[in-house]
């Protein structure tokens, strides 16, 4: 009898277990459930080793960035946080996550990430020249477009856009970002945060943003990269937080440090910039990763005795992520024994990251949608975009007698220099997933635009730089038998971007002497420069008719020069960052501050006034500017003053004019800079059109400063407003 009833209890249970309610799909799974309580959920169930992981990024494929040491390329551990995925093949990263997603016990999914500065596969222009376009809307739409590119490759995060305010040309990264002055950069580098992450950051081709570097990176040394940087409070606040205050507001999902150190506390174990300032006083909800290895770097600049007091300081001050150190896998578990970090601040770190991977929704679709590659990259609206911006971007500096563009009567031309077959340095720096085999030429681009008008004879003349003048004797016959010259000078791409600062920013001196040489033709000469920085041009200046500043254009930036030379392209831009007489002149920045002898020269041996000054560039038509009429020439701090010009286009060709307003206030408590820009807009003028630009100044907005502690000041007293070549004055009261 007992027997049968052990035996009877023994089917009751078996049935029941076959019978039993699945186990519940754990909330974090549940994707009706709000984000915040899948997030606390899923790190309830996470052991230590697990969370640690979240922390931890790595590489996944082929290191292409010689400046980067630690290459852990070698596999990957499925619970990593994040891999820089050097690929743009969906189906391998698919496989990838799939390790992560279907087999690991939390199936956390993994953040693929990369550097996509001005493109995946379709190259737009470089951002210092993009910033010359003043057109952040085309902006944000050509970084919608990069954002489709790469999330179809499989990347969900790009280290962009770069924010960082730069004012010393010789730093090679000065190509990276939107140039001299912290407006500028905040309007640029929100319209690219707009742009990656569009409306919602799970809608599928948008991608998250990353403002990068934190802080004060474009201020090294010198110009001497991942150096020193002494920077004052009051000027973190005035100037470089600016863009990136801007960035969180437009909602960046994550920022990353700097490698620099900020007057002795190194960005990566900052507190007072990564938590106090960003995560407290903005109300920051992403996550901070830090830059390449930064963490132990930390014991090369002094602050860290050993791998595990730099990760200890790099938690603590609010770095969340680590990039490639391993330092965070390594020693977290011991440093919570230690009780030198709490798990409290593990836990917070976590959260962050969690968060984005959510709000991404890697979660609920992990996978990359697999297109064929020719519907993937280089579409025809993509590269239209990329055309438009390359030529919105580029600057006419130079136009002696309008020589530009090239007249009919001009019926051959000599095209000279180490840039005419050239693509991959069209490219620029930090070149994505893109290929040079993608991009014409700009031989290509004048073969196309000047086929069957001008005879085109070509000349090498020389390299970029080194001493070879063999080719000098072809290039001056090629200018004689010709009625026009253009010179395509510049930079090679490998002079710009991470580790490539310069000593000099003259062009090298065999280009400088090409440019001597086919002046003694007498031949009128126009240069067009394709470069990554700003130049010293005092040495060929003077020989030059015209010079055309068409940075580093990107895949299909070639056939914008050659519309700009024949005139099919009006050129509409205006420099954002200034461009000295010689290196000896740096810093020269429109917004200094003013000398308290303002009329004397600053050196005996050179003029004071740089080359071009920020803001200058040069159309082919003419535009002139009513009076500016203001609501009022007294406004109460509280009121508003309504700023109007209106702009005539007085030549021949419509044309787009940017028209940059700007304040001073020169008798405010602390010395203020000379001019600041406070808004900008660009418009299309039909020939012969007027069209009005108004001004909304908001005094809280545009007239306040911040104090070193980052409260802002609005002081009463007489201000002057700036546009075009008028300064008019008014008064603020209380
Ligand atoms: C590099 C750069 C940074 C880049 C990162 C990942 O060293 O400083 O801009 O995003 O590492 O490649």
Known sequence: MKTFRYLFAAATAIILVSFKKPDPLPLYKNKSASIESRVNDLLKRMTLDEKVMQLSQYTLGLNDNENNINDLSKGFDPHAGSLIYFGSDPLFR??????????????????????????????????????????????????????????????????????????DPRWGRVAEGYGEDPYTGAQFGASAVRGYQGQSLSAPNNIAACLKHYLAYGLVEGGRDYSFTDVSQQLLQDTYLVSFKAGVKAGASTVMSSFNDISGTPSTINKYLLTDILKTQWGFKGFVVADWDAIAQLMNQGVAKDPEQAGERALNAGLDMDMLSDIYRKYIPDLLKQKKITMATVDEAVRRVLTLKFKLGLFDNPYTPVVAESQRYLQPETKKTANQLAAESMVLLKNKDNILPISGSIKSLAIIGPMVNDSTDLMGSWTGRANAKDVESINSALRGEFSGKLQLNYAHGCDFDGKDDSGFDVAINAAKN?????????????????????????????????????????KPIIIVLINGRPLALKNIEPDADAILEAWQPGTVGATAITGILSGRINPSGKLDITFPLTTGQIPVYYDMHPRARPYLGNYQDIPTEPLYWFGYGLSYTTYNYSDVKLSSTKIKKTEHLIAKVEVDNTGKIDGKEAVLWYIAHPEATISRPRKELKFFEKKLIKKGEKIVYTFDLDPERDLSYPDASGKQILESGDYYLMVGSQKVKFEVTD
């Open 94 to 167: 698919n496989a990838v996550q799939k390790k992560a997603v279907e087999e690991t016990r939390l199936g956390i999914p993994i953040l693929f990430g990369f550097d996509i500065i001005h493109g995946c596969k379709t190259l737009y222009p470089i951002p210092l020249a993009v910033g010359c376009s003043w057109n952040t809307e085309l902006n944000r739409e050509a970084c919608s477009n990069s954002a489709k590119e790469t999330y179809l490759s499989g990347i969900n995060w790009t280290f962009s856009p770069m924010v960082d305010v730069a004012r």
């Open 482 to 522: 010709s009625d026009e010259v253009v010179l395509f000078l510049g930079e090679k791409n490998s002079w710009s971007g991470e580790n490539t600062s310069r000593s000099t920013i003259a062009l090298p001196e065999i280009q400088e002497r090409l440019v001597a040489a086919i002046k003694k033709t007498g």
